[in-house]
């Protein structure tokens, strides 16, 4: 059965990497983007279960992002976590009034981020409901 | 001051000693347009349109006397540079009145025209190095912010990205881990928790300082909070061989607090107290309620350690203060603990304070207000000195659907919560705090003084500001429902104190059932149909 594929939009590629192996040591499939640009068109061609994205972005922060794919029909549905390093005070609010289901501050616990990547994903991969 | 002139305001009631003022001014300096009202109500006014150079205040006019006279022009424009015409008689009123903010005083009878042009020179000149200085002032203190936050923002993108990889090592995804390296690895991973932590409280005493922090006040149980904070710190104790016990005295009803920040601070004063007790020294954490002060909660965390001297004890809430001689000096903070915690209980309307002897160790303290529904409810339902003719209690309840995550549905909760704040008016209806910690279900209460019919309007609205904005979507149900609150007939003589106190028992009693009454599941029929109500009756427990 096919594996859910989380795009994991971040600026450091350090990140990525390490966001990467854990998600796929969790069974999900990744692709990635490194800036904001890149994340809208990496999103179209790739329809992504689900996005990580961070705020703090070149060519088009975060917000950018959300608003491009609250305003596109085909990416609307698609649920984003924000990860960011950015202040919850400050951003939490706004990023899920602006579409995003959760909103993570960088360094985030492990396993309370998979767990809403878990509670995220429509139920449609009832083998990766619970990763061993 | 445009055009090169002095714009004075002349506030003086005695037409003589206006005259001779007048006079002066004139004779002093050309530049000076004078404007003289008699009473201090004109003076105001004249001043709301057009702030003057410099304000000249008689204290004694027919509309107002005394200090009374330049606090209320103090108030007005905070800007604008008063000086006082005293009479010989009241110079000690016009000294005071310089320590509270105006800039001179001139003794009539005895004004000389160059007096006057140089205290009002002087005056304004003053005012205007103030004001400047106050805006340097802010102008840092907002400087030092962002440079906090951006400092603390770009330490946590390193910061990431080690706990990151360290984690992927510790959690066997690059290869087997052995003891040894997992021991070395345990290690690095406790010191990014340090790293973590201290940016954390940088970024808390910047936002105490500028006061910016917000607190959720709810209504608590707080021997629970207590547990809590024990329970989290139970392992720290027991590696350093330190004990943990808790006394909670049974009388203590509910608290009205933040839980997240009240935690907080009892982390806070639990770890301080596991640092600085030796091995085999004990800790103890209380809750009591103190005879003399019924309002408030005391809450205390004593330790056997080696104690604070007396020099320490006065400075310990400051920020930055760190223990010089502290035998544990290994990485144990940036000394910003007690002074977030000393914010955090003064937001609650607390107080914190420390009692140490050198040797016998600490106990620091601190108050938190009890819940009182009745005063809460009284402006809401105490209306020109009456009982309002109706109240109705609104029930909204909030249900997660099984596959709904925690992090989500707090967050549906708090927006369903603010939203539901913007649906009340606030000076007829109260939002409750919300009872419990935040768990599954939630129910709140609002406190209307409206009639049924009205109430239907209102719980309409609710339902589609709910709905249009907390995110039901995919994560759970909403349910609003209305019932009126029976209240206590008015008798003569039965004092106001009593019967908001009935009624606060009333609201009481059905918010108890309504939480105690578990929301309904969905059934086959749909929703439990939103916004049913029996009209008049109360709500009846199950």
């Not at chain 1, 995003?100 to 360094?107: E, G, I, L, R, Y």
């Not at chain 1, 981020?113 to 995220?120: G, K, S, Y």
């Not at chain 2, 400047?132 to 400087?143: A, G, I, N, Y």
């Amino acid at each position: 059965m096919e594996k859910p594929k989380i795009l994991i939009v971040d600026d450091d590629p350090d990140l990525r990497r390490a966001l990467k192996i854990r998600l796929r040591a969790n069974h999900y499939d990744t692709v990635q983007a490194s800036d904001g640009y890149s994340a809208i068109s990496v999103a179209q061609k790739e329809s992504p279960n689900l996005i990580i994205l961070d705020l703090g972005l070149p060519a088009g922060d975060g917000y950018v992002v959300l608003e491009r794919l609250q305003n596109s029909d085909s990416l609307s549905s698609i649920p984003v976590i924000v990860l960011t390093a950015r202040d919850p005070q400050s951003n939490e609010q706004k990023t899920l009034q602006a579409g995003a289901t959760a909103f993570f501050q960088k360094p985030a616990d492990n396993n309370e981020l998979l767990d809403v990547i878990r509670a995220t994903l429509p139920n449609a991969w009832p083998g990766t409901a619970m990763p061993s | 001051m445009n055009n090169g002139h002095t714009h004075v305001l002349l506030i003086e009631d005695n037409p003589g000693d206006a005259d001779l003022v007048r006079l002066r001014l004139v004779e002093g300096d050309s530049a000076v347009n004078v404007n003289c009202v008699n009473r201090l109500s004109d003076g105001l006014a004249s001043m709301a349109k057009e702030p003057p150079s410099v304000v000249l205040l008689d204290l004694n006019l027919p509309d107002s006397h005394g200090a009374d006279t330049f606090r209320r022009v103090l108030d007005r424009a905070p800007g604008v540079p008063v000086v006082i015409l005293s009479g010989q008689d009241d110079e000690a009123l016009a000294m005071k009145a310089l320590h509270q903010g105006v800039q001179d005083y001139l003794v009539k009878g005895d004004i000389t025209s160059n007096q006057l042009e140089r205290v009002m020179r002087y005056a304004i000149e003053r005012q205007a190095l103030i004001r400047t200085l106050e805006m340097s002032r802010k102008q840092q203190l907002e400087f030092k912010n962002q440079f906090l936050s951006h400092v603390s923002h770009e330490l946590r993108t390193p910061l990431t990205c080690i706990h990151q990889f360290v984690t992927i090592l510790l959690d066997g995804l690059a290869g087997e881990v052995n003891p040894e390296q997992r021991y070395h690895l345990d290690t690095v991973l406790t010191s990014v928790h340090q790293l973590r932590a201290m940016i954390r409280d940088l970024l808390e005493a910047t936002r105490a300082e500028s006061g910016k922090i917000r607190i959720e006040p709810r209504c608590i149980t707080i021997g629970d909070l207590v547990q809590q904070a024990i329970s989290m710190m139970s392992q720290t104790a027991k590696e350093k061989r330190v004990g943990l016990e808790v006394g909670l005295d049974a009388r203590i009803q509910l608290v009205y607090a933040d839980p997240d920040r009240i935690l907080q601070v009892l982390i806070n004063l639990i770890d301080n107290g596991i640092k600085f007790t030796p091995p085999d020294g004990s800790i103890m954490v209380k809750a009591c309620i103190v005879e003399a002060d019924p309002n408030m909660v005391y809450l205390s965390v004593a330790d056997t350690g080696r104690g604070i001297g007396p020099e320490a004890k006065a400075l310990i809430f400051e920020r930055l203060y760190q223990d010089p001689n502290s035998i544990d000096n290994s990485r144990s903070g940036l000394g910003l603990g007690l002074f977030i915690a000393k914010e955090l209980v003064e937001l609650h309307g607390g107080r914190i304070w420390v009692a140490s002897e050198v040797g016998n160790g600490s106990t620091f303290s601190f108050t938190l207000p009890i819940y009182s529904l009745a005063k809460l409810l009284s402006p809401v339902i105490v209306y020109e000195g009456h009982l309002r003719d109706a109240i109705v209690l609104v029930k909204v309840e909030l249900t997660p659907l099984p596959s709904a995550s925690r992090g989500v549905w707090k967050e549906v909760c708090q927006r369903s919560l603010e939203r539901l704040r913007r649906c009340v008016y606030l000076d007829k209806d109260v939002v409750l705090p919300i009872t419990g910690n935040a768990g599954v279900g939630e129910t709140f209460l609002v406190a209307a003084s409206t009639d049924m019919e009205r109430a239907e309007i209102m719980m309409k609205r609710i339902r589609e500001q709910l709905e249009a904005g907390a995110g039901f979507k995919s994560t759970g149900s909403l349910k609003v429902s209305a019932s009126a609150v029976q209240l206590p007939s008015a008798q003569d003589g039965t004092p106001m104190k009593d019967l908001v106190q009935a009624v606060a028992e009333r609201i009481t009693e059905m918010g108890t059932l309504a939480l105690a009454s578990k929301p309904v599941p969905e059934n086959a029929n749909g929703h439990a149909s939103a916004g049913e109500y029996q009209a008049g009756n109360e709500i009846k427990s199950n």
